[in-house]
Structure formats: structure tokens, C-alpha cells
Nanobody, 118 residues
Framework: QVEFAESGGGSVHPGGSLTLSCAAS????????VGWFRQAPGKEREFVAM?????????EYAESVKGRFIISRDNEKRMAYLQMNSLKPDDTAVYSC??????????WGPGTQVTVSS
């Protein structure tokens, strides 16, 4: 069973950048689709981005982050990344990653806090 641990969060000013990392353990990551999600205080968890299993060339993004965030993966290192640019206060949330199974997302890590404020 795959498990994830996220890192790289922090506090930045609007317009700043951060790169989040997602480390997988348990099984090889190659065939799994990996997704990033976020949950802001008082809100439900929402989808941010996903990279399909395999080489990682196919990606999808939420409309709110399209053009600003880039998801990538390194199967050899069992890592996934989320490069976040032009950050806005609305991007403030706890960011988590997970792997997609046939029925759900699994392997949720504890998340990493991203705070965007002036």
C-alpha cells in the first residue's frame, strides 16, 4: 500500500512561489496516478492537480490554478512535485497528495501548510 509524506510548505507573499514535494513509500509509484489536493480552513478538500501514471506527461489542473501551478513526478525517486507560482491569498491551505485507485484516492499524507499573505 502506498503512503505519502508532503513537504515544502511555508509562508510567502502574494506573487511568490513554492515547490511542494510528495514522497511515496510502500510500493513503486510508476503505475499510479498521483494527485494534489488542498483544504482551506472551514472548507472541503478540493482537487488541485493530477499527473497520470507512467511517464507523467499527462496532467490535469483545477481551473483556479491552471497556468500558475505545475505538477510533475520522478518515478525513480518515488516523488511527485507541485510547483506553485504567482501565489494568491486564496491558495492558502493544507496541501496533500494521494494516489488514485480504481475506486478512490489513497495514501493520504499529513499535508503541508501553505500560507499566502502580505
Amino acid at each position: 500500500q502506498v503512503e505519502f509524506a508532503e513537504s515544502g510548505g511555508g509562508s510567502v507573499h502574494p506573487g511568490g512561489s513554492l515547490t511542494l514535494s510528495c514522497a511515496a513509500s510502500g510500493i513503486p509509484l510508476n503505475s499510479f496516478t498521483v494527485g494534489w489536493f488542498r483544504q482551506a480552513p472551514g472548507k472541503e478538500r478540493e482537487f488541485v492537480a493530477m499527473v497520470w501514471g507512467g511517464s507523467g506527461t499527462s496532467t490535469e489542473y483545477a481551473e483556479s490554478v491552471k497556468g500558475r501551478f505545475i505538477i510533475s513526478r520522478d518515478n525513480e525517486k518515488r516523488m511527485a512535485y507541485l510547483q506553485m507560482n504567482s501565489l494568491k491569498p486564496d491558495d492558502t491551505a493544507v496541501y496533500s497528495c494521494a494516489a488514485q485507485t480504481s475506486t478512490s484516492w489513497t495514501g493520504w499524507g499529513p499535508g503541508t501548510q501553505v500560507t499566502v499573505s502580505s
